[in-house]
């Protein structure tokens, strides 16, 4: 893909009302536009990240068993009336009359929806366990949206919802997910960890949040970097200073809630007419739980994480494109050899961004670092008289020359 035709325009002003880190470097680099407070566009670099992050997590979902759909974003009231929540979540759920005088609410979260479908088509213990899952748009009426696109009132979250008919069967499956989790946001570049929590308009349970250190969060956790037990404020506040597992120091981080698992038990399965026939043939509601990853808020979580003073830096799987070629100089044959490398590039299977445009070498070194794609790769009069190609890992510092060959290489070679 050539610069010159990309839509995206980067910008050196940092926008106004941004005060995280991933708001600005997003907004700067053009991956996202405002369209108004917590409603964002995902431009088409974002949304190469974005589709990127999706993936990562189809495949570690797929992977676990559990199956996709797409339920709607528009809710009928009559469905939340029969769990109470459409009370619960006044306020925080968009809800409006129709012009024939109808309820409707967008959806905040699925489980009344989910359920209905599944007691529809489950009858026998044999048809369990099922695991389903969407990646969708979701709606919340905050007040005061803020930090990006870390906290938004439309957003975009893989919701999975899991059917068991034991307990037993439940568990393991909540460590399984918790597992995915993990390899999830390991491919996508932060670290997070499971911390307990209370699981709110949910469940009374306890359940797990999975926080991101950052410095933008809005959570507080506390943390044993003895043994990393880790627990939310509200849970750890009787314990304080010591770790209840190993008797360690106790920190305290700002986080990001990246993700929540909860152990929703019988409670909406109970309230929404799903039951199963047991091996001895007794009725039993079925046991379930639903687990939700904010897929834009890693996307913001990511760059909070992987960042320096000229911009972003993309971990690779991740990454909007692979390389970034650079021609410096109006020399026809630089631009000739630059051509070249891209075709030869794209024809090995890598995504190549080429700043052809007319620009300064400063100007084009300024933004490759803002956009932060991950192998720099700088063809100029001075390298081509060598036959080698400049490269340049943006998460380091030192540049080296090596052959169109070591390129391909390094290209492919995850870091
Ligand atoms: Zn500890």
Redesign the pocket.
Known sequence: MKQSLYFAKTRKETPKDAQEISHKLLMRGDYIDQLASGIYTLLPLGLRVHQKIVNIIREEMNGIGSQELLMPALHPKSIWTKTGRWNVYKGEMYQFEDKSGHWFGLGPTHEEIITTIVANRINSFRDLPQALYQIQTKFRDEARPKAGLLRGKEFIMKDLYSFHATKEDFDKFYETVTEAYLRIFKRCGVDAFPVQASGGAFTKEITREFMIKTGAGEDTTLI?D????AANKEVAENLRKK??????E?KQYTTVEAGHVFHLGTGFSEKLGASFIDENGDKKPIIMGCYGLGTTRIMASVVEVNNDKKGIIWPSEVAPFSVHILSLGSDIKVKQEAQALEDYLQKEGIEVLYDDRDLSAGEKFADADLLGIPLRAVISEKTLSQGMVEIKYRKDTEARLVTRGDLINAAKTKN
């Open positions: 044993c003895h043994c990393g037990w770790c209840p597992k190993c008797g360690g106790i």
